[in-house]
C-alpha cells in the first residue's frame, strides 16, 4: 500500500486500484469506556454522596457534565468511523464515503471521469474532487493538501492506464 | 467524499478572518492559547495592582489608604482574579499551544467549543471586576466564600456566583477537550506512556477538573437559593448548616490547589531535562507520582477546616493523608534532581526560573506538612504563616513555573529568541522580591499575626514593612516580563526550529514560529 499520510494509502491489487482513507483516531473502545465510566463513578459517586446528605444540587450539574462527556465522546466515536474509499476496478469507479451522518455510493464510468484539484483559492485547503456527467464529488477531505496534489496525480494516472 | 450540494466540512478551509473578527471567531488553537496567555497577563496586573495596595496599607499599623471593608474586597477579588483569571487560564494557554504540538494534532478535538471555552472567561472576569462598583462593593468574605457572610452581601455576591459558574463552564469544556484531544488525536506511534510529561499533567488535571467542577457549582449554586429562594442549606437559622458549605467547598478547593500546580508540574518537567540535556529521571514514576496526588487529593479537604470541630480520629485521618501526598511530591522532587544530576547543565532563563521553582515549591510543601499536623494548625489557622505557606506554593509554585513555560517556548510561539539578559533581570528580581514578600511572613504567622486584617499590633511592623518593599519590587519586576514578550513579539534574533539544544519533542520539529496550522499530516512517533 502506498502511503500518501497516515490517515490515508492506495493500493493496487490484481489490476484493481483502491485507495482508502479515514480520520487518526487513537482512542481505543477500551479507552473510551475507561474514561467515560471512571469519570461517571468519580462524579456521580460524589453527587450521590452529597445529596444523601442533602446538598442535592450538585447532582444535576454532575449530570449535565457528564452529559457534554458522553456527547463529546459520541461525536469522536461518529468521526471514527468517517471513510472514504475510491476504487478503479475495469471500466468502472466506485466512490464509498461516510462523513457524519452522510453516507454514500457512488459508480462512474472511467470514459467519463476526470480529476480536477484547484488550489487556487488563498486561505482555504485544495478542493480535490472527481466529475462525470456534470456531478462533482470532493474526496481526501481526511487529506493535507499536499497529499491532496499527490492523490490528484495518482487518479490521473490511474484513469488513464 | 462527499457529493458537491453537500455541506463541505469547512473547518480551517476558509480564509482566515482579519483583526478584532480573526480573534472573536478563531478556532485554531494557537490563537486561543494566545488569547488565554494574554487574558492571564493582563488579570496578572489587575490582581497584582490588587496585592500592592494591600501590601500599601499594611506598610505600617493603622489605617491608611483604605477603608477597612474595601481592604477585604481586596484580598477576596485578589484571590478570586489570581486562583481563576490568572493561574488557571495561563496554564489552559499552554495546553492549547502546546497539547497539539506535542501530540502531533492538526487542532483540538473540539475547536468550536474551545473558541467558547475562552470567550466565556473575559465575560466572567468582568462580572468580577464590575462589582467594586456596584452597591456595597465587591465580595469581601473571603474568596472561599463563606456561608453566613456570603448570604448576607450585596447584589455584588450574586454576580460573583454567576461568574464562579460561568468560570466553572469555561473549565469544563477545557477539560473535556483536552482529555477527548489527548486520547484520540494522539499520532500513530505516540502511546500513553511516550506523551510528554507536560500532557500527561493536563490529563490528570482535566480529569480532576471535571470531578470537582459540580461540587463547585452545587455548592454556590446553593448560596444563590439560600440568597434568594428561601432555602436553608447553609443557613443555621433555617436549621441548615454552614460548616457542610465549608465541606463541600474544600472538597472542590483542594483538588483545585492540585489543578494549580499539576500543570506546572509537567512544565518544569519539560524544561529541566532539556537544559540538563538529559531524558527525565524516572518518566513512569512521574506519571505514577502525578496520578497519585491526584487521588490522595480527594480525602484531604477536611485539613483546611481543623478548628471548626470534629473528632479526633477525623483529624488523624486528614492528618495522615495529607502528610501522605509528601510521598508523590518528594518522588517528583528526587526525579527532578536526580535529571540535574551530572546534567550538562546550562542556565538560560526557563532552567533558572525551574530551579527556582524545585526549590522554593518545597519550601511551600514543607510548611504544609506543618499545617498537616493538627495540634499545629489549631493555632496557625487563619494567620499569615498560612498566606506564606500557600503563596510559596503559588508564586514560587505555579507562577515561576509559568514564567519558565513562556521564556521556554516563548520562541517557538514568535519565532525570535527572547532578550537573555532582561530575561535574567526578571528572574532575579522576581525570586528576590519573592522571598522578601513571603518569607517575612511566616515569622509573622508564627508570631500571631491574622490574615484578611487591614490593621496589626505594633510589634509586627517591621516584617511587614519588609514584606511591602518585597511585594513591590516584585510587582514592578513583572512589568519586564511585559517588556521581553513585546521585545520578542516584534523581532529579534531568529529562532531555529529546535531552539534549544537539548529540546526533544514533536514541537521541536515544526518551524518557529509555529505555522498557523502543523500537523495537517500526523507525523509516525516511532
Redesign the interface.
Known sequence: MEQLNANGGAQITAGAFSFHSRPCCSLTCTQERVTFWSLVLLCFGVAIGFTVQGYWLVLPFAGLEIGLLAWALESLRNRENNYEILTIDGDSVVLEWRIGKQSGRRELNRQWVHVQCDCSTPGRNCHLCVRSHGLETEVGHFLSDEARLKLAAVLKMQLQG | ????A?A??DH?????PTGMMRWLTTTNHKDIGSLYLFFALFMLFVAGSMALLIRAELFQPGLQLVHPDFFNQLTTMHGLIMIFGVIMPAFSGFANWQVPLMLG?PDM??PRMNNWAFWLLPVAGFFLLVSFWLPGGAVAGGWTMYPPLFIQGGISYDLTILAVHIMGLSS??GS??I??TI??????G?TLMKMPLFVWTWLITA?LL??T???L???V??LL?DRNFGTH?FNAAGGGDPV?FQH?FW?FAHPEVYILILPAFGIVSQVIPTFARKPLFGYASMVYATASIAVLSFIVWAHHMFTVGMPVTAQLFFMFSTMLIAVPTGVKVFNWVATMWKGSMTFETPMLFAIAFVCLFTIGGFSGLVLAIAPVDIQLHDTYYVVAHFHYVLVSGALFAIFAGIYYWLPKWTGYMYNETLGKWHFWLSVIGMNIVFFPMHFLGLAGMPRRIPDYALQFTEFNQIATVGAFIFGFSQLILLIVVMKAIKGGEKATAQVWEGAEGLEWTVPSPAPYHTF?????VK
Open positions: 467524499m462527499s457529493d458537491a453537500h463541505h466540512d480551517g478551509h476558509h480564509a482566515h494534532a478535538a473540539f469544563i469544556m473535556i477537550n482529555i477527548t486520547l484520540n488525536m494522539r499520532a500513530p505516540l480529569y471535571i470531578a467542577m459540580p461540587v457549582a452545587g455548592a449554586t446553593m437559593t442549606f457542610m463541600i472538597f495537517e499530516t500526523a507525523p509516525v
